[in-house]
């Protein structure tokens, strides 16, 4: 069965929420980050397209703040 691109842009958007929402606390959590972004590349690799990476940050686990330029 074959996704359309629709239905894996929504899955890498799910993706990318649970990777920025995850901490990592233990050796299980690190595993599921590690499975997370592997099948984000997958899907990446299917729909064709390369998007930017975000940096998640070890100690919040969440993505820097985006500054504005002035």
Not at 5 to 11: D, G, P
Request: overall charge positive; proline content about 3%; aromatic content about 0%.
């Amino acid at each position: 069965m074959a996704l359309n691109r629709r239905s894996i842009e929504m899955l890498l958007d799910l993706v990318d929420n649970k990777l920025t929402s995850m901490q990592v606390i233990d050796r299980e959590d690190a595993r599921e980050m590690a499975m997370l972004e592997a099948a984000k590349r997958e899907l990446e690799a299917l729909a064709g397209v390369k998007r930017p990476t975000s940096v998640v940050s070890i100690e919040t686990g969440r993505r820097p703040a985006q500054r504005m330029a002035v």
